[in-house]
């Protein structure tokens, strides 16, 4: 957890020179954020669902495709390179992750305990690392750029935001 702290600190100290949102915002999102994270950890639920299925119904798809054309004597032509595979596996891991450390969170965070802010720091955290996990999985040229610029945008304010918040929350 040393480590995590750590993290904290250096975070906190990048985004110090950032201007601050307005106290009320600021109490707003406090008060709130218990809701809008349930929202997102039921949302991010069916969205692995949907996830979950695409990635079996493409996996299907795969292995008919390829049974098709080997009875036809054609090598298979893959309809899904297995980097696709592994980014959607490992997309699914991270939302699991998540969504329990999320939903984890609610109580607290309507308590406005520390504990509810800490375990949100640590699913940005975790949200951090899937975004590097994407990009290097997802890795072409096409969309290496994209992905990075979108990565650190999303990085960024999800950061600005739970550092607005963080002195509302106190120790138990």
Do not use: C
Request: net charge neutral; hydrophobic share 55%; aromatic share 12%.
């Amino acid at each position: 957890m040393d480590t995590v702290h750590k993290l904290e600190k250096q975070v906190e100290e990048w985004l110090k020179p950032l201007p601050h949102l307005p106290e009320d915002w600021r109490k707003w999102i406090a008060n709130n954020v218990w809701w809008i994270v349930l929202i997102g950890v039921i949302l991010s639920v069916i969205g692995g669902l949907a996830l979950a299925g695409a990635l079996f119904a493409a996996m299907g798809a795969t292995a008919t495709v390829n049974t098709l054309y080997s009875s036809l004597g054609v090598s298979g032509v893959p309809a899904y390179t297995g980097w696709w595979y592994a980014a959607s596996a490992a997309s699914l891991v991270f939302l699991v992750i998540t969504v329990v450390i999320d939903a984890l969170a609610v109580s607290p965070l309507k308590a406005k305990n520390q504990k509810g802010w800490d375990l949100l720091f640590l699913s940005f955290l975790i949200g951090v690392l899937s975004s590097i996990v994407g990009v290097v999985l997802n890795v072409t040229t096409g969309n290496l750029v994209g992905s990075l610029i979108g990565g650190v945008i999303g990085v960024v304010i999800s950061a600005y935001f739970l550092f607005e918040i963080r002195s509302y929350f106190k120790q138990a």
